[in-house]
């Protein structure tokens, strides 16, 4: 059984644009084309679409227009408030956050430590919550910024945000949150969270990409991370993207005026999707904060003990059924979750954790299906698709005549690295395009990177109907450390 349309259950990542905020951008685009910057009246009428957007973010967090920034992403927020706070205070001092932030906060602390500056990073409980304890016994007289998220983006945990906000006003020590997740899902007063500064983007709630905001209290210093303008009050130089921010403030009406409702209708799926996992694994485990006030409504973490993510992954991509991991793909293997190791999963549970994220769009129906699919998937669904160790990629097999072998890596990966010569070399991204050539009376053996891009090509091929498709477990990476005399001979 098969619906309609994809079951789509990574909004965490992003979420479709809404059809309101497409066409209050393609106004934008078409009648809005001056200068915000501009003193005549193309450039007021531009300017006119920037306050009223930065009205509509401003009421959903609690504060005044001007205390609202806009800038280019989340991560670009994030950086600008760590970077901002710790070079107005001389590029000295002590920041205190958490081992489960996203990426662009860990890189803007990594950043500061390379300046000479020191960081304290708090390791969340097997909840996902760092308790406002830990922040209060890490707090030094030189520390000159916190930054704890809101939500966390892997579990949807909650922080203890507003406790936190209380013990930062106490100490006189800026709070920084990172909301990308949580803002337009939950409440984000910014009076009641106690932060100096929030950061927020527009694709997370049914909005553009490419357009974000940064709320900055103004009690702390903060300076710009792009300078060369007085654009946004000298916090953010360059043009402004009119069309970008109309999105961002279309979107962010339409969640003031939404996200109650959403909130009530998502936590009964929440539990229904849940109840079905177990159902479905009994040793599933669901990673992260349970409780009202605890955990964002729409996301669900779970670990499939013994099962691999990724593998689960493309199964569900075959259902039409959209699903993410946290792990991540570097150049010769594949690394687990930060936030779930942060969390004091193992490396093997880490790897066998997906992500199920809902939002607006999300439906009975679309859990409903799910639920009759993983059971499927879980038993090894579909046939025709198995792993080979990458021992057995010999040079016999390499050359047969009965094999069909497929290069899958990354473009950049082919320029650096050497790879086999003889294979057909298809991207991932237009894989499709390439299926009519491949023979089906042969064995298709597919090689990547690290084997991710081939697992989820060779599930593809599975389902086409292809009865004997082979991944390369581990990809070039694990091939090339046990047969090094291979690759000199045949990878160039």
Known sequence: MYLPRRVYLDHNATTPVDPAVAEAMAVALRDVFGNPASLHTEGRKAEGVLRRARSSVARLLGCPEERVFFVGSGSEANNTAILGVFSARGSKGHVVTTRIEHESVLGACAEIERRGGQVTYLAAGRDGRVEARQVQEALRPDTVLVSVMHANNETGALQPVEEIGRLCREAGVPLHTDAVQSFGKIRTDVDALGCELLSLTAHKINGPKG?????????????????????????????????????????????????????????????????????????????????EGRQLPGTVNVTFPAKNGLHLLAALDCYEISVSIGSACTADRIEPSHVLLGMGLSREDALSSIRLSMGGGTGKKDIAHVLKMLPRVLQGDPPGFAYLDPQHLTRERLTSKDVFLIDISMPTTRLTQRVLREAHRFSYFSFDKHLPEIP????????????????????????????????VFGGYGAWRALHPRLVEELCG
């Open 211 to 291: 357009a974000a905001a940064l709320y900055w209290r103004g009690v702390h210093a903060c300076e710009p991370l792009i300078r060369g303008g007085d654009q946004e009050g000298g916090m953010r130089a360059g043009t402004v993207a009119v069309h970008q921010v109309a999105g961002l403030g279309k979107a962010a009406e339409l969640r003031y005026e939404r996200w109650r409702g959403d909130l009530e209708r998502l936590r009964p799926l929440r539990a229904e999707l849940i109840r079905g996992l177990r159902e479905a694994f009994p040793a599933a485990r669901v990673n992260g904060a349970e409780g």
């Open 440 to 471: 089906r009376d042969k064995e298709a053996l597919l090689i990547c990177d690290t084997g991710a891009f081939s697992l989820m090509a060779g599930y593809r091929l599975a389902q086409q109907g292809h009865s004997r498709v082979r991944v």
